[in-house]
């Protein structure tokens, strides 16, 4: 026998860990009939627990084994004698709970020690001695999940109904030290007197006891079936782990034969020499034992099979241990001269089926001599419920494998140690169970989708790590329990990645699953905002709800919920789900909304903070066209020349609401072509003076996108208008307006050297003085009327007072005569330029797209001029860098612009060595000198110093 024959080798299989999972109530209950080394059985009526006020024990199966024998134990013991009852578990499963039924007698039970032995030794004592407890009895459930203490105070009834569900008490020490054993062997239930009484009259006696265990059933191998639900069927789970050992591949002591035999396993078997016996106890030299060493894949009780056969009832016995532990007496093997299979039994204890509680990795079974003569042809290791049969598969321990730390190349594939494949992991295996929640929860386990695969000399050994960083790492180690296959992550309050590290037992070299992210989302901090409005006469199809801006915080999956409204009563929109909404058909105005979350989040207040979060009203107005214009006529009658009057409304327009009205006058010299004034937008139009005849007329309509309906026509002098808002809102919220597509929105800022000084503002000195004309003092570029403002406008102070009239005008080219479009303007005193009601955006209507160079006049200073820009229709252009016009072509001469606009003929301004400017007292360098009258020239003289 060479030193190779001392090791295992796994050969075209690689064995997994696997863990049992709990499946809520997806397996079964079940009541098992319990079989005990004493031939106890279920009582019909148990067990009287109630499992619906025991929820923890409604995981998985439920197993109950019931022990009936009564016995007595007198008070003289001092625990140095014990009363036990044993409890044969014959089904496989792993313990997710176990409770305890105690039924016995006894006048001053605090004396009573009781303890609980599993068949892999763990030991549990469930009642520690008190003194203190000096009532009668005890009949209880011991619970973990139990709030009650085991004295109740009161003496306790022994009489059915039997573990009453009333009657629960808290063991003294937890009886979840069982759990995740497997269940599968002899249990010892101990019972003690620990003080000495003085007349015995405190005797115990034993009546009943109950284990009532919660379990996943183990794999049952052969049938095909997933029974235990871990994923792997049959022998691909390690519930079927088995192995077949030869005795002759063996450590063989040198007192054992190996004798050749046809009908034996690999044609030999071994027997001990004659003269050998020992039946009084083992023999514990190592030349008289057949040492097995092995690995196997998962801790368990397992069974063990010997092929032997004994030639007569004096030579039929040995001695087996497992890991040097306790020697059983394996005698009265079957006779009658053929090899047969026989399990392991205890002949000492009533031949009890004998359990080893194998460990994970390597362990060793010892088989010595009792009787000279029997002989040994093979063993049979399971945690199966199968039942060997022939001469069963070749045994795993006759070959030559790689020992992977011996620093020999066993093998002789030229490879030594964790250098051969024999020893390592070729494939880690793969796991799955991404999923995401929002907030703190506990998350479903990981399912394992393929096994890691090992070498031939090497076992697989797993290790869960995790990190809550990146996928980068670090990553860490999780507790020493967690190796199996599949792992239950704890709760999580923020997202955690796992993966499965695949090593071997005798090397460090690992492999690492695909990773799996358990996520913890947040919710949104903001909605996003929507858009757009929409006016239309009704019924129509409104355009679709788009979205401006995302929502924004939070990780994870957004989810959306729309929702309408016709009258303040918000409706859910069935199946509009999505970030944009298309409405149907309408006809009454509806407003819509979206609301938005981090999909997974309820009504949890803890769950991520807000859950749903509304965005901004869009609204799709149905707009009733009018059916008529309204009338129009001057108020006191038509005017005279240079006399101020108001054109104002003699009838409204049928049909007109008021909150959304849209006016526009215009005017014509020949009541044919017809011209809209700019900025002339209110429902009446003051008149300022009269030069000669024109007609007028208003137009009106109830929202932007409607048809216009007509006034009657007027007729009298030109005139200026008085100019209110051009429109609801400041350009910087243009989106929640409808806006004319031709229309183009300037935002432009531009100071004037002098009257800006030392300060970030400039001065308003003429406007403070009431000299500022109401009108414009420029002559019009274009075909537009000279327009003036109420004096209302004068009137603001602070940035955004009035400093003084410009002029606006936009040119293709700078050499171009005439402008393409020109207005008035009026300059504030941060920079800004208004309209003609001293705040809104200046509006330039009508234009093609083209590109445009934005040109200001002041009537003291130079012009200036901007880059050539591209005004695009519905859009706001921002300027703020201007360049000073001194030359451009007028036609074919070049005129040179003057620092201060002036006709040659007005008189200079003297003194103060100022040579240019306008005349003495006119103010609006129209020729004329008016020394009184409304918004006309003053009757002084009209200061320079603020435009210097």
Request: charged share 20%; net charge negative.
């Amino acid at each position: 026998m060479n030193s190779h024959q001392q090791h295992l080798l796994f050969l075209a299989i690689s064995w997994m860990f696997v863990s049992s999972i709990a499946f809520g109530n997806s397996f079964p209950k079940k009541i098992r009939d319990g079989r005990s080394a004493l031939s106890t059985t279920i009582r019909p009526d148990a067990p009287s627990i109630d499992l619906e006020d025991n929820p923890a024990l409604m995981a998985g199966t439920i197993y109950t084994y019931n022990n009936t024998t009564s016995g007595t134990l007198n008070d003289q013991s001092n625990c140095n004698t014990t009363l036990s009852r044993t409890f044969n578990v014959t089904d496989n499963f792993t313990i997710n709970d176990l409770n305890v039924g105690l039924n016995f007698s006894h006048t001053w039970r605090g004396d009573v020690r009781v303890r609980l032995t599993s068949p892999l030794g763990t030991v549990v004592t469930l009642i520690t001695q008190t003194n203190a407890d000096n009532n009668d009895n005890q009949d209880f459930m011991l619970d973990d999940e139990s709030a009650n203490p085991i004295n109740n105070g009161i003496n306790n009834n022994t009489a059915s109904p039997y573990y009453d569900a009333d009657r629960s008490a808290a063991p003294s020490n937890p009886l979840s030290a069982f759990d995740g054993q497997n269940a599968f062997g002899t249990w010892t239930l101990e019972f003690c007197n620990v003080n000495q009484g003085s007349s015995g009259g405190r005797q115990l006696t034993f009546n009943r006891a109950q284990l009532l265990f919660d379990g996943n059933p183990a794999e049952i191998c052969g049938n095909g079936l997933d029974d235990d639900g871990d994923g792997l069927i049959d022998d691909a789970d390690t519930d079927c782990f088995s192995l077949y050992l030869e005795p002759e591949c063996a450590t063989i002591g040198a007192n054992w034969n190996t004798v050749a035999d046809a009908t034996a396993s690999n044609g030999q078997y071994l027997t001990i020499q004659n003269g050998f016996t020992s039946t009084g106890s083992a023999p514990t030299a190592a030349a008289d034992r057949i040492r097995y060493t092995f690995d196997v894949p998962a801790a368990g009780s397992y069974k063990v099979f010997g092929r032997v056969k004994a030639p007569s009832g004096s030579d039929d016995s040995f001695w087996v241990r497992a890991n040097g532990g306790t020697w059983y007496k394996w005698n009265d093997l079957p006779g009658g001269g053929a090899w047969t299979w026989e399990q392991l039994y205890d002949s000492d204890n009533g031949e009890a089926i004998v359990l080893f509680p194998l460990t994970i990795g390597s362990n060793t079974i010892d088989i010595a001599y009792r009787e000279d003569g029997a002989q040994l042809d093979k063993i049979f290791v399971t945690l199966s419920s199968t039942t060997p049969s022939g001469i069963g598969s070749v045994g795993s321990n006759c070959f030559v494998p790689e020992i992977c730390d011996n620093g020999v190349d066993d093998d002789g594939d030229g490879l030594i140690d964790c250098a051969d494949t024999d020893c390592t992991v070729s494939d880690p295996g793969s796991i799955s169970g991404i999923e995401n929640s929002c907030g703190a929860y506990t998350p479903a386990a990981i399912a394992s989708v393929s096994a890691g695969v090992a070498g031939a000399s090497s076992l697989m050994h797993y290790q869960w790590q995790q990190t809550t960083d990146t996928i980068a790492g670090p990553w860490a180690d999780l507790g020493s329990g967690d190796t199996l296959l599949t792992f239950q992550p704890p709760a999580i309050s923020q997202t955690t990645f796992y993966r499965r590290k695949a090593s071997t037992f005798h090397c460090a070299d690992s492999l690492f699953s695909n990773i799996v992210a358990k996520a913890v989302d947040q919710n949104l901090t903001t909605s996003g905002l929507i858009g757009y409005f929409e006016s239309v006469a009704g019924p129509y199809d409104p355009a679709a709800i788009v979205e401006i801006i995302a929502p924004s915080g939070g990780s994870g999956t957004i989810e959306y919920l729309w929702y309408s409204s016709t009258d303040g009563t918000w409706n859910l929109i069935p199946g509009a789900t999505s970030n944009t909404y298309d409405p149907p058909l309408i006809n009454e105005s509806t407003m819509y909304r979206r609301e938005a979350r981090i999909a997974g989040c309820t009504g949890n207040p803890n769950c991520c903070g807000s859950t749903w979060l509304a965005s901004n009203l869009v609204l799709k107005e149905v707009v009733p066209p009018l059916t008529g214009g309204g009338v129009i006529k001057f108020t006191g009658g038509p005017p005279t020349t240079g006399q101020s009057k108001v054109l104002g409304e003699a009838a409204p327009p049928d049909g007109l609401q008021a909150s959304r009205a849209n006016y526009q006058w215009e005017y014509s010299d020949d009541g044919k072509v017809w011209t809209e004034l700019y900025g002339a937008i209110e429902a009446d139009l003051p008149v300022c003076r009269f030069e000669q005849h024109n007609f007028f007329r208003r137009k009106v309509k109830n929202a932007t996108h409607l048809p216009w309906e007509y006034s009657n026509t007027v007729t009298g002098g030109e005139i200026a208008l008085a100019v209110g808002p051009a429109f609801s809102s400041s350009y910087e919220n243009l989106f929640e307006d409808a806006l004319p597509a031709n229309t183009c929105y300037l935002s432009a800022n531009l100071l004037l050297e002098g009257a800006k000084g030392n300060s970030a503002l400039m001065r308003d000195d003429l406007r403070a003085e009431g000299v500022l004309p109401n009108f414009s003092p420029y002559s019009n570029k274009g075909s537009l009327p000279q327009v003036c403002v109420p004096g209302s406008v004068f009137q603001n102070t602070g940035d955004k007072a009035v400093v003084d009239w410009i002029s606006l005008e936009l040119y293709a080219a700078l050499e171009d005569i005439a402008p393409t479009f020109s207005c008035p303007a009026l300059l504030l005193r941060d920079g800004s330029i208004a309209g003609l009601d001293g705040h809104s955006p200046i509006a330039f209507a009508g234009l093609s797209g083209k590109k445009y160079h934005l040109l200001v006049r002041h009537r003291n200073h130079d012009p200036v001029a901007s880059k050539k820009l591209k005004f695009k229709p519905g859009k706001a252009i921002s300027i703020t860098e201007f360049f000073t016009v001194e030359n451009r072509r007028l036609g074919q001469k070049t005129d040179t612009m003057p620092s201060a606009i002036h006709h040659p003929e007005h008189s200079k301004i003297p003194g103060k060595g100022k040579t240019k400017g306008y005349g003495f007292y006119d103010f609006n360098m129209d020729g004329l000198v008016v020394p009184v009258g409304p918004g006309n020239e003053h009757g002084r003289f009209v200061k320079n110093h603020s435009l210097k």
